[in-house]
């Protein structure tokens, strides 16, 4: 395969299934084949309590990796150069009250879209 494309699903993975997944795109390209991904990427690890919420599952959030986790899962896979284009804000919004917005809120800490790509050796 040349080239795997992901839009917001990585985030959608449980986070004890991201390293298989991230080792089976590997397996599944050729040399020289590319990873492409654009996902929201967290500036802090998302809390627990967040991270069972289904809600913010759907919206990509709840599953989100730093920035950090994502360049270190491409690295173990085996893809060298991984790189990330500058992030942008994403888009959210409150929901009422059924999630607590107090010192960790998914508009501060989960507010970045990347498009990050990596290539197989």
Not at 96 to 112: I, N, Q, Y
Request: glycine share 6%; hydrophobic share 40%; charged share 25%.
């Amino acid at each position: 395969m040349d080239v795997v494309v992901s839009n917001c699903v990585l985030n959608l993975v449980e986070a004890g299934f991201k390293r298989r997944l991230f080792e089976e795109i590997f397996r599944v390209l050729r040399k020289g084949g590319r990873a492409s991904f654009s996902d929201i990427v967290s500036d802090e690890p998302v809390p627990e309590n967040l991270q069972n919420d289904p809600e913010l599952w759907s919206g990509c959030v709840s599953g989100a990796l730093t920035e950090a986790e994502f360049l270190r899962a491409f690295t173990s896979a085996g893809f060298m150069a991984p790189d990330f284009e500058a992030g942008r804000p994403a888009m959210a919004h409150r929901r009422g009250d059924r999630v607590p917005f107090d010192d960790w809120s998914p508009l501060t800490k989960a507010s970045r879209v990347h498009a990050s790509s990596a290539t197989r050796p």
